[in-house]
């Protein structure tokens, strides 16, 4: 079930309407919403709420022992860290364990040693690196002291599992989360109107948009759920450059219009989630970049790895080594391959690089500049972060500096407008072109309304109707 | 993909963005205005795309595609079936080219079937390929299937809320699947209700245009695919009495006639193609296991379509002959089936005197036999 199918709405309907008309209670509201979560979650596969039972029930009953005990006292610690191990596992075992096998058989392999590893096929959870941080999270705040240890398991549940940013985030944090489910709830106009604009932005980006760009993404690069099948030969470097193009697209538009959709379902059930991309392609930095994209990641990855690495508080190597394991790690938490390990260490070193040349140098270029290298580095970057494999990787890189031998397949050249959706999106959101929304014209209810009935028009005529599934999903 | 949907994502991007803040008003009033709004741009988007000939593709676009190639590669007289699976599996349009060659006859034999597809689905593909090719058929003949007559919204049986099902019901095709609803085309209250309901939001999603502009693809541009699809492992096992007891029976037809929607609509698309000048318009079904299905098309033969070229599958020796492993499931030929059929085809159609020759002028240069 994902947020542009119709069964979902069938699902949220009247899950809404119990949550307000039927439901006054907080604590029956909090079980409704729990119980659409289990249903939510469980439509994948019932199996996999077994597994974030699991992750909940382990989360919950080890921040109260933690809890017990003074905030340095070894035991604590132990609790701490035994939850943290247990996190890390079930990550490790159902999204990692055919990846470590693999590489070690190889690395060995190479070396000419043998080995062989059983091999298990395990069906990846559903966004499990989203809820396993969460987790995460929220036992390394109650082991800080950041928040008091949540007895009543079905709050903890709730966190964990709260339907809307389940499966890809965004990665909400317990003292935003917490504080919330007690709060008594109002159902009002301003409510559904910024849940609604919230959804209604990210539909379009999801289904207006992204969807139709996959199918000039996929044909190039391949099936992303069905390795080995892209055929880059065929294709000329024009159709290599546009479909890496159309991928930068694809995958704003879809992980920022499902972060979107969830911000504003949640808003529709009172709940409030941060938002997690701001514009991050007009970024003029590779650091200002992170600041803009995933934002629940790169600050948890920030709070949860960097700081406690170290950060920048012990010497600028130090801190470049930080940066580069903290995004070697990001890199590795959006996939099980090395190709994604590459995408996290080029940020690392770009971010090193930005760090050593322009915060600590102290050098200056030009904005433009800056947001065309910026930019590009970016676009580039997004290769490892597609491609099957290394080869595809430096075939495609190959494409852009032409120097490859290209095959007749090309795009149609519109696919080379990305770049104008991508800049409408940010010119709307960030430049003074926002403030035609609050147009005298628009204050009036009839031209107001009547331009919704057709922008829904048009919605629903780019609505794919062969659904793609998000792109985060996966990860 | 067309470059319209660069322009319409713009559009929609922009849109997104200036809908902050909802002005308030009487709910009537509000409601009347996005009526409007999305009632109006559902109509110029129609038109629009229309135009542009941008629309929602399916495999049918791609048969007709595969049939416009295969009608331009020569001027001679055309033989379209019109059918759904059971001919899609049956008609080796290639292979009855060649043996009506070697009986004399210059007829080029198209198949444009399709899994799934009604009367109205084929006959608009029909239509699309005598536009696009710009060739009319000297012989039309449409499958009649007793499946298809009883329940007018079979589709749904076999797809729903697809990119084909939504294409398919505009205006006509949902008219002419509620007529025969309306009179009872359906299986049972319950399917009744349930086919209502499943027409009911085609049509709507139809209507306001769902997915027209997500493809953003031209017909022409989709590929071809070919009507005949030749099958070469059987997909279920099939007993070895049940088929010589099916293949042998003979029971009397129930039905002289179909159901009245079936009746009408079968009239209508036929003076519709006699009106585009389509010469001959005949009737025929593969042949299955089922005796009561075959028995159906016979009873049709026999009353409401005499008087045209109609071919049951009741033939002894055709159904002796197809007793063998040649078949993909009960109701669908193997391609060895399918050569068992087309030669049979092949030798009622040289023996019917529909392809003796016609007076000049005629397309095709075929007369009335």
Redesign the interface.
């Known amino acids: 079930m994902i947020f542009t199918e119709?069964v979902f709405l069938a699902f949220l309907a009247p899950l809404f309407l119990t949550y307000w008309f039927v439901l006054k209670g907080r604590e029956s509201r909090l079980g409704l919403l729990l119980a659409a979560s289990a249903i939510f979650y469980g439509w994948w596969d019932w199996r996999f709420l077994f597994l974030i039972g699991l992750v909940i029930g382990v989360s919950w009953w080890v921040a109260i022992r933690a809890s017990h005990f003074p905030k340095a006292h070894p035991v604590r610690r132990f609790w701490l860290t035994a939850a943290i191990v247990i996190n890390l596992t079930v990550l490790a075992v159902f999204k990692y364990f055919g990846f470590f096998t693999e590489s070690t058989a190889a690395a060995l392999g190479a070396m000419g040693l043998k080995a062989s590893f059983p091999v298990i096929n395990i069906l990846l959870p559903v966004g499990i690196s989203f809820y396993i941080f969460q987790a995460i999270s929220y036992v390394v705040d109650t082991a800080r002291g950041h928040i008091p240890a949540e007895k009543r398991l079905r709050r903890v549940a709730l966190y964990i599992a709260f339907f809307p940013q389940l499966v890809a985030g965004p990665i909400v944090r317990a003292a935003s989360f917490f504080p919330q489910m007690e709060k008594t709830k109002r159902l009002s106009?301003a409510l559904i109107?910024s849940g609604g604009?919230a959804f209604?932005?990210g539909f379009?980006y999801k289904a207006?948009?992204a969807?139709?760009l996959a199918?000039?993404v996929d044909p190039v690069y391949g099936d992303a759920l069905a390795p080995g099948d892209a055929n880059l030969e065929a294709w000329s470097n024009s159709a290599l450059i546009a479909a890496t193009l159309a991928f930068a697209g694809q995958i704003y538009f879809d992980f920022a219009g499902y972060s979107l959709m969830a911000i504003g379902v949640a808003r529709w059930f009172g709940y409030y989630i941060p938002k997690n991309f701001d514009y991050p392609y007009s970024a003029l930095s590779v650091t200002e970049f992170w600041r803009r994209w995933h934002i629940s990641l790169s600050t948890w990855l920030r709070d949860y790895l960097y700081i406690p690495l170290g950060g920048n508080r012990a010497g600028q190597w130090m801190t470049y080594r930080n940066l580069m394991v903290t995004m070697v790690l990001g890199g590795l938490w959006h996939g099980a391959a090395w190709t994604f390990i590459a995408w996290g260490a080029l940020h690392g070193a770009a971010l090193a690089f930005h760090r050593a040349v322009f915060i600590a140098g102290g050098r200056r270029i030009g904005a433009a500049l800056a947001l065309i290298a910026t930019q590009c580095f970016i676009l580039l970057s997004w290769v490892p972060f597609r491609a099957e494999d290394f080869g595809d990787m430096v075939t495609i890189w190959a494409a852009f500096t032409g120097l490859r031998v290209a095959g007749p397949e090309t795009l149609?050249?519109?696919v080379w407008?990305v770049p104008?959706?991508i800049a409408?999106?940010a010119a709307?959101?960030r430049s003074g072109?926002?403030r035609?929304?609050?147009a005298p014209v628009?204050?009036?209810?009839?031209?107001?309304?009547?331009?919704?009935?057709?922008?829904?028009?048009?919605?629903?005529?780019?609505?794919?109707?062969?659904a793609a599934p998000f792109v985060y999903f996966r990860f | 993909?067309h470059?319209i949907?660069?322009a319409?994502?713009?559009?929609?991007?922009?849109?997104?963005?200036?809908?902050?803040?909802?002005?308030?008003?009487?709910l009537a009033?509000?409601?009347a205005?996005?009526?409007?709004?999305?009632?109006?741009?559902?109509l110029l988007?129609r038109l629009a795309?229309g135009g542009l000939g941008v629309g929602?593709t399916t495999d049918f676009d791609r048969v007709v595609n595969a049939a416009v190639a295969a009608a331009q590669d020569e001027d001679t007289p055309l033989i379209l079936f019109a059918g759904a699976s059971y001919s899609r599996n049956a008609i080796d349009d290639a292979r009855l080219t060649r043996q009506l060659k070697a009986r004399g006859h210059p007829h080029r034999v198209i198949n444009l079937s399709l899994e799934a597809a009604s009367m109205m689905e084929r006959a608009a593909h029909l239509e699309q390929f005598m536009d696009r090719s710009g060739r009319v058929p000297d012989i039309v003949f449409i499958e009649v299937a007793r499946d298809f007559d009883l329940r007018v919204a079979q589709f749904f049986g076999n797809s729903k809320?697809?990119?084909r099902g939504?294409e398919q019901f505009g205006p006509k095709v949902s008219f002419w699947t509620a007529r025969g609803l309306l009179g009872g085309a359906c299986q049972g209250m319950t399917g009744c209700v349930k086919d209502g309901a499943f027409l009911a939001a085609h049509s709507g999603l139809n209507l306001?245009?769902?997915?027209?502009?997500?493809?953003?693809e031209r017909a022409e541009a989709a590929g071809r695919l070919d009507g005949y699809d030749p099958q070469t492992e059987p997909r279920e096992e099939i007993d070895l009495m049940d088929r010589a007891i099916g293949l042998s029976a003979r029971p009397e037809a129930r039905e002289r006639s179909a159901p009245d929607w079936a009746r009408a609509y079968r009239l209508a698309w036929r003076t519709r193609l006699e009106e585009r000048g389509v010469r001959t318009v005949g009737y025929y079904f593969p042949p299955v296991i089922d005796p009561a299905r075959r028995a159906y098309v016979s009873g049709l033969c026999d009353a409401e379509l005499d008087g045209s070229a109609c071919f049951a599958p009741q033939d002894a020796a055709l159904l002796r002959a197809l007793d063998a492993e040649v078949w993909f499931d009960a109701a669908h030929l193997l391609d060895p089936g399918a050569a068992v059929y087309t030669s049979w085809l092949a030798a009622r159609l040289a023996e019917s005197g529909l392809l003796s020759p016609g007076p000049a002028g005629q397309d095709g240069g075929t007369g009335p036999p």
């Open positions: 119709p106009g109107a604009r209604l932005i379009a207006g948009i969807d139709n199918p000039f149609p050249w519109f407008g104008l959706l409408l999106d709307m959101g072109l926002s035609l929304s609050r628009l204050r009036e209810p009839a031209i107001w309304w009547a331009g919704l009935g057709a922008l829904t028009a048009l919605l629903l005529a780019l609505y794919p109707l062969e | 993909m470059p949907f660069l319409l994502a713009l559009l929609a991007l922009f849109g997104v963005h200036l809908a902050r803040v909802p002005a308030r008003g009487g009033g509000v409601s205005a996005f009526l409007t709004g999305l009632v109006a741009t559902a988007l795309l929602r809320f697809s990119v939504i306001l245009n769902v997915g027209l502009a997500a493809r953003g």
